[in-house]
């Protein structure tokens, strides 16, 4: 994208990136941290085992790619910004010989009807209820000024998960 004159729009390289569907670098979470929205784009990796990241406040378009680089335990959540929620199709495979799969599925209406019992999500790689191993990866987008889209899939050691509950009230 051309930048008309000289220097009006700062921003071309990263619009650039964006509309051919690139990231915006990566960032490695090392240690309890809350996201910017100048963050929007980038890969986040998740290098701790129980670890807690907070989202900036939710604007329609941020978006941030998450992977997990170790087995998540209990205390590895994602936390929205006071007064958004999460909602989205959490599915969640089961490494196992019967590689049981289980679904969540909260809707749009339901997350902001009550943010509050919708603004968390949890990891534990070995969980029935949860998922989270090294490598799995998913997606958040804020779709307005109060909800982020889950996208992704995760996996469990757990022979049998049972009602998945990734997104919960923190």
Request: glycine share 8%; net charge negative.
């Amino acid at each position: 994208m051309a930048n008309p004159m000289y220097g009006q729009n700062k921003a071309d390289d990263k619009i650039d990136l964006l509309q051919k569907g690139k990231m915006l670098g990566v960032k490695e979470v090392n240690a309890a941290e809350t996201l910017v929205a100048a963050d929007s784009g980038k890969l986040i990796m998740i290098g701790t085992a129980a670890i807690s990241i907070t989202l900036p406040t939710a604007a329609a378009g941020l978006m941030f790619d998450v992977c997990l680089k170790v087995e998540s335990t209990a205390g590895t959540t994602i936390v929205a910004s006071s007064g958004d929620c999460f909602f989205g199709v959490v599915d969640v495979q089961s490494t196992t010989v019967d590689n049981t799969a289980v679904t969540q599925v909260i809707d749009h209406a339901t997350a902001i009807g009550t943010v509050a019992s919708y603004d968390n999500l949890d990891f534990v790689h070995d969980s029935a209820t949860l998922g989270g191993h090294a490598g799995d990866s998913f997606k958040l987008i804020a779709v307005d000024d109060t909800a982020w889209l889950f996208r992704g899939t995760l996996t469990t050691d757990h022979a049998n998960p049972a009602t998945i509950a990734v997104i919960n009230a923190g």
